[in-house]
């Protein structure tokens, strides 16, 4: 009878201890978070099975977006040429400041919807988010740094690997993880709630300079401003000449065809009147520069879109009518939402004053 | 239970099945095959720093040689092909040990060894790899996503650009622009199972291969392109057999 109470006691400690050695991996279980497509959208193009999204990925990610030490002298985080008031492109700024007194070389864009972007950049260089960090880090004239010094960096600082065990299952700090970690956050910046949203959902109703913008968008803009993400992604000319300093072939900087010279990522216009300056080289300053462009100014030449062959007519009217639609993809509640503000930093949530819009 | 080792043995005939291609050799993975990359100029051993005389007649003093291999392929004298798991093995000439690759291999006759100079492109477009293929080890372009496969670097008298430099990052994966190559060398006769492949990469096929490329014309190749497809075009040449045993 004893003997079989004790082996009883000894069996029930030998499975309590069988218990624990099998926590060591049962322990991970980091909360998921379920990527909802707003209604009516396509499927994502990014393939979240090779990267679940969950909490403490998230945490992670946005905590290495708002990171200074990203950049060679600790001044250049994602979020310094990202800004959440600016939907995530740098405010009011044609280029961007980087390391050592250095302008980038094209505008940095807004960030939103990228769970649905294939390529990246203007000229579509990148081909997968996880990647896409890896160029501002390293860049010369932006963060300036070397992914090795990153990485090493990062492992120094105990606050991290406590959150990459968290996000990844063990304490391991490599470029994958941190490309992964950080496409964790941006995947979760999705811009779908503008008043143009709530209209297509029967929440509100469109004015009427609104509706009547919205009917000349159909007709004339809607080809390459493609709802619901407002871009098709494709690579055009739009008649813009080339810098003489800058240089950029755009595309063709890619393909190395000549048929792509001057073609640029068409842009979303979501949030659009928040992320000026506009064009890749952000040459223009206001929607209404944007307008003149397309009416007036453009050059027309082999590689420019067929499109555009005589230019795109628009009245002063058509323009006014066309800002007011144009302002309906403002969507302030992603502007404002507190998950995607950086860290303790209140008074950077709003916008400078502006004159340019 | 008799049941149950049936289907054991029957997955493990699966499972050793997807390795092969052909009829099944007799013998699952038996020993280690070392093969043994040497880097030269010529006849003479790749010394970085030290000036030495290119094919072109340029006196060059080399810096850095390094690129990948992969998808190993190894056929026996009747055609039966081998294909380890694949890996990525980044060959540096400034890490000796880098120099040196092995592969569970099983006991066959040896007559052709296959593998890719390069990343395939399936490796380029699937985001951020680890181990050999992480893109800190310098060896990735992140502002035109894609793998340099192979990378010169050193200084040319000749060369007309900043300190006497030549740089060439040889990478493009694209249709068109892809710059990995499928190296097939055959064995020569030796005493078979082989446990040691001694392969022999010349340098001076980079500049005169398929076509000549003169540093004084040319000392900088750093995008995918036709400049990039002429580099590959000529070291997919600079593998030969130094010896088997």
Not at chain 1, 173 to 187: D, P, Y
Not at chain 2, 118 to 146: C, E, H, R, Y
Request: glycine content about 8%.
């Amino acid at each position: 009878m004893r003997i079989a109470k004790n082996t009883w006691v000894l069996l029930l400690i030998l499975l309590a201890c069988a218990g624990w050695v099998a926590a060591d991996n049962a322990y991970f279980r980091p909360k998921p978070i379920i990527f909802k497509v707003p209604k009516g959208w396509p499927q994502p193009v990014y393939d979240f099975s090779k990267n679940p999204l969950t909490e403490e990925g998230f945490a992670l990610g946005k905590k290495l977006f708002y990171d200074g030490r990203l950049s060679k002298d600790g001044n250049f985080s994602c979020g310094s040429c990202h800004q959440q008031f600016g939907a995530f492109n740098t405010y009011d700024h044609s280029l961007s400041h980087g390391y050592n007194n250095a302008l980038t070389t094209r505008n940095a864009p807004g960030l939103f919807n990228l769970a649905w972007q294939k390529d990246f950049m203007w000229d579509g260089g990148i081909n997968h988010l996880d990647l896409q960090p890896l160029a501002p880090i390293t860049a010369e004239n932006e963060m300036a740094e070397t992914l090795e010094n990153v990485i090493a960096k990062l492992k120094t600082d105990k606050e991290y690997r406590k959150m990459f065990k968290a996000a990844f299952g063990d304490e391991t700090i490599n470029t994958q993880r941190l490309g992964k970690a950080l496409s964790q956050f941006l995947l979760q910046l999705v811009s779908s709630n503008s008043k143009y949203d709530k209209v297509k959902r029967g929440e509100a109703s469109f004015i009427l300079p609104e509706q009547l913008g919205y009917q000349i968008f159909v007709q004339k803009c809607i080809s390459c401003h493609t709802e619901p993400l407002f871009t098709d992604y494709s690579y055009r000319n739009i008649g813009l000449k080339m810098d003489d300093v800058l240089k950029d072939p755009g595309r063709m900087r890619i393909t190395t065809r000549p048929e792509d010279s001057l073609k640029f990522k068409v842009p979303s216009l979501r949030n659009v009147a928040m992320t000026f300056p506009y064009g890749h080289d952000g040459r223009f300053f206001s929607l209404m520069n944007v307008f003149e462009h397309y009416r007036k100014n453009m050059v027309v030449s082999a590689t420019t879109d067929p499109l555009f062959r005589n230019k795109l007519p628009l009245s002063n009217y058509e323009i006014g009518q066309l800002t007011a639609f144009l302002y309906t993809l403002t969507d302030s509640s992603f502007l404002k939402d507190p998950r995607f503000a950086a860290p303790g930093a209140d008074n950077h949530t709003k916008p400078p004053a502006d004159i340019h819009r | 239970m008799k049941h149950s080792v049936y289907m054991t043995v029957l997955l493990a005939l699966c499972l050793t099945g997807l390795h092969f291609r052909g009829p099944v050799p007799a013998t699952a993975p038996a020993g280690k095959l070392r093969l043994v990359f040497h880097h030269q100029v010529g006849k003479n051993p790749l010394e970085l720093g030290a000036l030495c005389q290119n094919s072109l007649g340029d006196s060059i003093t080399i810096e850095r040689f390094k690129y990948y291999v992969s998808h190993f392929t190894l056929t026996d004298s009747k055609g039966r092909q081998w294909k380890p798991d694949p890996q990525y093995f980044l060959i540096d000439e400034e890490i000796p040990g880098s120099k040196i690759i092995t592969l569970q291999v099983p006991d066959i006759d040896i007559g052709q060894i296959g593998f890719l100079l390069g990343v395939d492109s399936a490796k380029n477009v699937s985001g951020i790899q680890t181990g050999a293929l992480d893109p800190l080890k310098g060896m990735f372009w992140t502002w035109n996503s894609g793998y340099i496969m192979a990378k010169l670097e050193g200084t040319a008298e000749r060369s007309p650009s900043p300190g006497h430099r030549f740089t060439y990052h040889i990478g493009g994966f694209r249709f068109g622009m892809n710059t990995a190559r499928a190296i097939t060398l055959q064995i020569p006769p030796a005493n078979q199972p082989l446990r040691e492949i001694h392969i022999t990469a010349d340098i001076n096929q980079w500049f005169s291969g398929a076509s000549q490329i003169n540093i004084a014309e040319t000392p900088v190749c750093h995008t995918p392109g036709s400049l990039a497809m002429r580099f590959a075009d000529n070291y997919q040449n600079m593998f030969s057999i130094h010896s088997a045993r």
